[in-house]
């Protein structure tokens, strides 16, 4: 006997059910991990990919039944989510574009227009606004961010007038979160790609080996873990302004010549694909694929090490993992009292007295004092990691569970009082510091596999007592200033700057150079002639390449930075900190200024060191290039160099290609 025929509503029906099933298994895994999801997303996408095409060949026979616009809005919203989430399990970018045609086409043909009458189709017009300005931020559209605001801000203001309630509430927080993220991040509208370009940057063929290196086999970043803890940070969405630029300059500028984007073409892309697959134009196949990133957003401790764990156990031989965390040494109470002025914009949060105990409580770096911190933040200490290594071996034989006097447990009153540095970075409120610090001994069990961690906080040296404790293999460390610049001039914590900056300055060095030293120097690049911000980008990224093969040839260079070299965004990060340290130290306000300056560990060889003609003549040309040479101290050569016009651009760059002896 033949099977009953199903009607086409029926069946219809019978496919959206599978697929939101689909959809909803995938919400069950970890955003971590390599094992597992790759398959459910691939059963998912094969699921809507035969409903986008069912609904299509049978569209006139189910709005006869019922079929409302909306409803093909949200299936065209899922794939659009399918898209996103995979790219950011991948970090592979032609997802991202994948995701932008469907959303776009959902804006274009108003699925959702008829839905202010209802709350709950209200909500989901509104969920689908904000991720179409997340895709687009990612995609650097920024003129289609412009417009996207503007309409969610309409659609705001309608849903505010029709309901009350905390929904209306929370989506105008919504709206003035992504107008403040917009407003810091402005200056990077005007500039050069945060992504790694090939037409600006290094093509990784033509890196140049590290002399010493010999038979060892370079590094390769594999995996890199972006973390921010601030009150009051930047951010919308999930994406902190500075997370957000870190991912951006872990990834490839989609500059090819074999690219090509169809974001242009989504109506034809919609309508004729039956398909729901990846755009066959891929970036540049001579160019290795993007790191993996995992994104956290004010992660517990526990979180954080659960997923370093993870891709610790994962990581393919010869890779390197990049851990970066933003976080601040401070409670947001002692920041309050600290500076009065943002204490406005700071959360209340109660105090508390559980006791100050590591994760890690076998090892002993936890246990530095109050005023170890503070004299090692000193200049002029030079005993100081010897002090902190006899205090480890007094310490390691006091358990943890039984603190005697002087050790963490006793402390915890101290280190919530307004002022007082901790021994870690706080990732949570003051309510159980315990839980919410991130000491560095909590990172000593992963150093069995190769670690590149970038740290931007005012009490980023105490990660410092890492370098030579490792387990297995030697860290690489790039550490913020303890204090940045605000719009005074004047010193401040990264946390207390927040709320009227453009993020933390060092981070910004990290991924825009060239503006952050604009931000140090006073000047806004929308000053600058006609062509002179791509012009001075552009020579400044061919300097940091001959700053790099400098770095290469060095015969002193650390065997832990003569692996990572090799890596075009490990080494871009070093040529920037290089920069970064420079520019500080040659700076008259900040010179001589400790606090001031972004530390490495191990240290980088001397041909590097700010005093030395090569990164002078580097820091000399941009204070050149933009008029405010008389900020900085430079030695007579490097004035000379750096005033000679373009046949001193020459010279420089040939100053750059000599190794110095």
Same mark, same amino acid.
């Given at each position: 006997?033949?099977?009953?025929?199903?009607?086409?509503?029926?069946?219809?029906?019978?496919?959206?059910?599978?697929?939101?099933?689909?959809?909803?298994?995938?919400?069950?895994?970890?955003?971590?991990?390599?094992?597992?999801?790759?398959?459910?997303?691939?059963?998912?996408?094969?699921?809507?990919?035969?409903?986008?095409?069912?609904?299509?060949?049978?569209?006139?026979?189910?709005?006869?039944?019922?079929?409302?616009?909306?409803?093909?809005?949200?299936?065209?919203?899922?794939?659009?989510?399918?898209?996103?989430?995979?790219?950011?399990?991948?970090?592979?970018?032609?997802?991202?574009?994948?995701?932008?045609?469907?959303?776009?086409?959902?804006?274009?043909?108003?699925?959702?227009?008829?839905?202010?009458?209802?709350?709950?189709?209200?909500?989901?017009?509104?969920?689908?606004?904000?991720?179409?300005?997340?895709?687009?931020?990612?995609?650097?559209?920024?003129?289609?961010?412009?417009?996207?605001?503007?309409?969610?801000?309409?659609?705001?203001?309608?849903?505010?007038?029709?309901?009350?309630?905390?929904?209306?509430?929370?989506?105008?927080?919504?709206?003035?979160?992504?107008?403040?993220?917009?407003?810091?991040?402005?200056?990077?509208?005007?500039?050069?790609?945060?992504?790694?370009?090939?037409?600006?940057?290094?093509?990784?063929?033509?890196?140049?080996?590290?002399?010493?290196?010999?038979?060892?086999?370079?590094?390769?970043?594999?995996?890199?873990?972006?973390?921010?803890?601030?009150?009051?940070?930047?951010?919308?969405?999930?994406?902190?302004?500075?997370?957000?630029?870190?991912?951006?300059?872990?990834?490839?500028?989609?500059?090819?010549?074999?690219?090509?984007?169809?974001?242009?073409?989504? $109506?034809? &892309?919609?309508?004729? %694909? *039956? !398909?729901?697959?990846? @755009?066959?134009?891929?970036? +540049?196949? #001579?160019?290795?694929?993007?790191?993996?990133?995992?994104?956290?957003?004010?992660?517990?401790?526990?979180?954080?090490?659960?997923?370093?764990?993870?891709?610790?156990?994962?990581?393919?031989?010869?890779?390197?993992?990049?851990?970066?965390?933003?976080?601040?040494?401070? $409670?947001? &109470?002692?920041?309050? %009292? *600290? !500076?009065?002025?943002? @204490?406005?914009?700071?959360? +209340?949060? #109660?105090?508390?007295?559980?006791?100050?105990?590591?994760?890690?409580?076998?090892?002993?770096?936890?246990?530095?004092?109050?005023?170890?911190?503070?004299?090692?933040?000193?200049?002029?200490?030079?005993?100081?990691?010897?002090?902190?290594?006899?205090?480890?071996?007094?310490?390691?034989?006091?358990?943890?569970? *039984?603190?005697?006097?002087?050790?963490?447990?006793?402390?915890?009153?101290?280190?919530?009082?307004?002022?007082?540095?901790?021994?870690?970075?706080?990732?949570?409120?003051?309510?159980?510091?315990?839980?919410?610090?991130?000491?560095?001994?909590?990172?000593?069990?992963?150093?069995?596999?190769?670690?590149?961690?970038?740290?931007?906080?005012?009490?980023?040296?105490?990660?410092?007592?890492?370098?030579?404790?490792?387990?297995?293999?030697?860290?690489?460390?790039?550490?913020?200033?303890?204090?940045?610049?605000?719009?005074?001039?004047?010193?401040?914590?990264?946390?207390?700057?927040?709320?009227?900056?453009?993020?933390?300055?060092?981070?910004?060095?990290?991924?825009?150079?060239?503006?952050?030293?604009?931000?140090?120097?006073?000047?806004?690049?929308?000053?600058?002639?006609?062509?002179?911000?791509?012009?001075?980008?552009?020579?400044?990224?061919?300097?940091?390449?001959?700053?790099?093969?400098?770095?290469?040839?060095?015969?002193?260079?650390?065997?832990?930075?003569?692996?990572?070299?090799?890596?075009?965004?490990?080494?871009?990060?070093?040529?920037?900190?290089?920069?970064?340290?420079?520019?500080?130290?040659?700076?008259?306000?900040?010179?001589?200024?400790?606090?001031?300056?972004?530390?490495?560990?191990?240290?980088?060889?001397?041909?590097?060191?700010?005093?030395?003609?090569?990164?002078?003549?580097?820091?000399?040309?941009?204070?050149?290039?933009?008029?405010?040479?008389?900020?900085?101290?430079?030695?007579?050569?490097?004035?000379?160099?750096?005033?000679?016009?373009?046949?001193?651009?020459?010279?420089?760059?040939?100053?750059?290609?000599?190794?110095?002896?």
């Amino acid at each position: 006997m033949e099977p009953a025929a199903h009607s086409p509503s029926e069946e219809y029906r019978a496919l959206v059910d599978k697929a939101y099933s689909k959809f909803a298994r995938l919400r069950d895994f970890p955003p971590y991990g390599r094992n597992k999801w790759d398959h459910y997303f691939h059963k998912a996408f094969q699921v809507y990919s035969r409903l986008w095409k069912f609904q299509q060949e049978h569209r006139h026979q189910l709005v006869e039944v019922g079929l409302k616009r909306w409803e093909i809005g949200e299936i065209a919203s899922r794939i659009g989510q399918l898209y996103y989430n995979y790219y950011l399990r991948t970090s592979d970018a032609k997802f991202l574009s994948e995701a932008y045609i469907f959303y776009e086409a959902i804006l274009t043909r108003d699925y959702f227009k008829d839905t202010e009458k209802d709350a709950p189709l209200a909500n989901k017009q509104l969920r689908f606004c904000a991720r179409f300005i997340v895709i687009c931020l990612l995609l650097n559209r920024r003129e289609m961010v412009q417009m996207l605001v503007r309409h969610l801000r309409t659609l705001v203001d309608e849903f505010g007038h029709t309901y009350q309630g905390a929904d209306a509430k929370e989506w105008k927080v919504v709206v003035q979160e992504v107008i403040r993220f917009m407003k810091a991040d402005a200056a990077c509208e005007l500039s050069r790609p945060l992504r790694y370009s090939v037409l600006l940057d290094s093509h990784p063929s033509s890196i140049p080996a590290v002399a010493t290196m010999e038979d060892i086999k370079p590094l390769r970043l594999e995996d890199a873990i972006l973390a921010s803890y601030y009150h009051n940070e930047v951010k919308f969405s999930e994406l902190s302004l500075d997370t957000f630029r870190m991912l951006q300059a872990l990834e490839w500028e989609p500059s090819g010549s074999l690219y090509r984007t169809r974001i242009g073409e989504p $109506s034809s &892309r919609m309508s004729t %694909s *039956s !398909h729901v697959g990846v @755009a066959e134009e891929i970036p +540049d196949p #001579s160019l290795p694929p993007n790191p993996h990133k995992y994104i956290l957003y004010r992660p517990s401790v526990q979180h954080l090490l659960l997923v370093l764990a993870t891709v610790c156990e994962e990581i393919p031989a010869n890779s390197c993992i990049l851990l970066y965390v933003a976080a601040s040494g401070k $409670s947001a &109470r002692s920041t309050m %009292s *600290s !500076h009065p002025s943002s @204490a406005n914009l700071m959360m +209340d949060i #109660s105090s508390g007295n559980s006791k100050v105990v590591s994760l890690t409580p076998t090892l002993s770096l936890n246990q530095l004092t109050i005023s170890h911190i503070q004299s090692y933040m000193k200049p002029g200490i030079g005993g100081m990691m010897a002090e902190i290594d006899q205090s480890d071996n007094s310490a390691a034989s006091t358990p943890v569970d *039984s603190p005697k006097k002087g050790t963490a447990g006793d402390r915890s009153s101290a280190l919530d009082s307004p002022g007082s540095p901790s021994p870690g970075l706080r990732l949570g409120s003051r309510r159980s510091p315990g839980d919410n610090f991130l000491y560095p001994s909590d990172i000593l069990p992963f150093t069995r596999r190769p670690l590149f961690i970038i740290v931007d906080s005012d009490n980023s040296c105490v990660f410092e007592s890492l370098s030579g404790n490792e387990r297995g293999e030697p860290a690489v460390m790039l550490l913020s200033p303890s204090l940045q610049p605000d719009e005074k001039g004047m010193g401040v914590p990264a946390s207390v700057s927040y709320p009227n900056s453009c993020g933390n300055m060092f981070t910004f060095f990290l991924t825009a150079p060239f503006l952050a030293f604009c931000r140090v120097v006073g000047i806004s690049i929308s000053t600058l002639q006609k062509g002179q911000l791509e012009h001075t980008e552009k020579f400044l990224s061919t300097l940091l390449a001959d700053l790099g093969n400098i770095l290469a040839a060095s015969t002193s260079i650390n065997y832990a930075w003569a692996r990572v070299l090799h890596d075009p965004f490990l080494r871009q990060l070093v040529l920037r900190f290089i920069l970064c340290r420079g520019v500080f130290a040659l700076h008259s306000r900040f010179r001589d200024k400790p606090e001031f300056l972004p530390r490495c560990c191990p240290a980088l060889p001397e041909e590097v060191l700010p005093t030395m003609p090569t990164v002078e003549s580097l820091v000399s040309y941009l204070a050149t290039s933009v008029g405010v040479a008389d900020q900085f101290e430079f030695s007579h050569a490097s004035m000379k160099r750096s005033g000679e016009g373009s046949e001193g651009m020459t010279n420089r760059t040939s100053t750059l290609d000599k190794p110095l002896s």
